[in-house]
């Protein structure tokens, strides 16, 4: 069974520049979280989508957004990219609606570099 | 406020050596209790969670969990590391509202472990 992918796996951006990260969740999964892990601020959670629909989100601006498809798979947009936005992004699937007696699998992450 | 808290930012212990990760956690109801790992550039990997029941809980690749309500803690113990465990080790507890799920994961800030030969 595969489990949850990210693509890309690296990329490279511009301060001011749009980006768009990709997750597939685990086969039979509905619910897809989102988390940032910076140098230095550990792993932050962002937003979490279940059922097409946002559940939750932490405390970023609102230029970080998401969304979540009918097959489950979800992007993660930034706009207006900024240097501190450098971090491993990291997707995360579970089964029902949200960790309710259930956990979450991780994806190997997207490592956005802005410059 | 929901928090987790690992005192010991890195660890160094000699391949064949017991190891203990401390954990402690601030959580007003009975949490949900996780452990992860990561290697250098990788995502995380779940190794044991806890939800209720028996306290001490078994994982992956030979790790165990002890929940001890009284002391607020969940400590990660293995009797025999190896070389292969070198990485950074993250516990984490499932944040509620009330009753009602957020969906959020609030993580520690991770212990380095390195193993010496």
């Known amino acids: 069974e595969a489990g949850v992918t990210q693509s890309p796996t690296h990329l490279i951006k511009t301060r001011g520049q749009q980006v768009t990260l990709r997750c597939s969740p685990i086969s039979g999964h509905t619910s897809v979280y989102w988390y940032q892990q910076a140098l230095g601020l550990g792993l932050q959670f962002l937003l979490w989508?279940?059922?097409?629909?946002?559940?939750n989100r932490g405390n970023f601006p609102p230029r970080f957004s998401g969304r979540q498809f009918p097959n489950y798979s979800s992007e993660l947009n930034v706009n207006a990219l900024e240097l501190e936005d450098s971090a491993l992004y990291l997707c995360?699937?579970?089964?029902?609606?949200?960790?309710?007696?259930?956990?979450?699998?991780f994806g190997q992450g997207t490592r956005l570099t802005v410059v | 406020a929901q928090s987790v808290t690992q005192p010991d930012i890195h660890i160094t212990v000699s391949e064949g050596a017991s190891l203990e990760l401390r954990c402690n956690y601030s959580?007003?109801?009975?949490?949900?209790l996780f452990w992860y790992v990561q290697s250098p550039g990788q995502g995380l990997q779940l190794l044991l969670k806890y939800f209720s029941g028996d306290t001490l809980v078994q994982g992956i690749k030979g790790f165990e969990a002890e929940f001890k309500r009284s002391q607020s803690s969940f400590n990660l113990r293995k009797p025999s590391v190896h070389w292969s465990d070198a990485a950074e080790y993250f516990c984490a507890v499932g944040a509620r509202i009330g009753s009602s799920n957020t969906g959020k994961l609030i993580f520690g800030q991770g212990t380095t472990l390195q193993v010496k030969p």
């Open positions: 959580y007003g109801a009975t949490p949900y």
């Open positions: 995360a699937s579970s089964k029902g609606q949200g960790l309710l007696n259930t956990e979450a699998f």
């Open positions: 989508y279940d059922e097409g629909e946002e559940r």
